[in-house]
């Protein structure tokens, strides 16, 4: 049927996003993919106004040309190479004291939210479920990652496959706990507050806990001139604008032939 083949369709591109999102993290530094993610709101919204028949504002047409122009500034600035590219060098990241130290902290953060703040506060104060998904991003990207440069030794013939694939199951188990506890939390989320407000946060809060979780862990950042943080900055911030006023003001009645009308005052 008509119905199930659209399904199938659905499934079939999310599956296949997926792979390619994984296939990037494995091979691009992660403070380039994870803000270029935003890049299928606008393109979404496009596709959506045309195909669907949906109305996209004055506003959400900006917000995706700040998206585009955000991520064009995001690659130019971007890392060019990678900072761990060996499952041992992996390894010795994750053993970092500093890196244990803000695992440390998120943990203690995630505890303190999911058990005594989210039952209190949840339903009424849009952060605290859009903290919790933030602070598992800080696993979910980074074991994605570490799943990529971990399989790349599973099927070598040497001493260290066997610590590989130690290692690669641990991940996929931190990587399983993180996305079906984020799923739980969105959902809670969704339930309480509107969705394209939640998107919007959810976003810039998200995209920025796992770039810091990322610099911590890979020290990405460490080849990075003051110009091109600089620049990534602002293009972080304008990709940021562009998905507020995408997600945000969707439903504002607004275009620009009101530009076009006469302001009548009365006295």
């Known amino acids: 049927t008509k119905g199930f083949k659209d399904l199938f369709l659905v499934l079939l591109t999310v599956a296949l996003g997926q792979i390619g999102n994984f296939l990037a993290y494995t091979a691009v530094p992660t403070v380039l993919v994870t803000p270029l ?50 499952q041992a060098e992996l390894e010795e990241k994750l053993t970092n004291p500093v890196f244990v130290g803000y695992l440390c902290i998120v943990l203690l953060m995630l505890l303190l939210l999911i058990f005594w703040i989210a039952p209190a506060h949840g339903p009424t104060n849009i952060m605290v479920y859009i903290s919790i998904c933030s602070l598992l991003g800080s696993f979910t990207v980074p074991s994605t ?15 260290s496959s066997q610590r590989a694939l130690y290692l690669c199951l641990v991940l996929l188990a931190v990587l399983g706990c993180s996305i079906i506890i984020q799923f739980r939390y969105i959902n809670k989320a969704l339930e309480c507050f509107d969705s394209s407000v939640f998107g919007a946060i959810y976003y810039v809060v998200f995209t920025t806990l796992v770039l810091l979780a990322s610099a911590i862990l890979f020290r990405e950042w460490s080849n990075v001139g003051v110009v091109d943080f600089l620049g990534m900055a602002c293009g972080f911030t304008t990709v940021s604008i562009g998905i507020v006023l995408i997600q945000v003001f969707k439903e504002f009645n607004f275009n620009i032939g009101d530009l076009n009308k006469p302001n009548m005052k009365t006295d």
Not at 63 to 75: E, K, P, R, W
């Open 37 to 86: 993610g935003a890049l299928g709101v606008p393109f979404g919204s496009i596709l959506a106004s045309y195909l669907l028949k949906e109305k996209l504002n004055i506003l959400g047409k900006l917000g995706c040309l700040l998206s585009c122009a955000g991520s064009v500034v995001l690659i130019i600035h971007s890392p060019k190479s990678e900072s761990v590219t060996t």
């Open 145 to 159: 990652k570490g799943i990529g440069l971990a399989a790349q030794d599973i099927f070598h013939n040497n001493p």
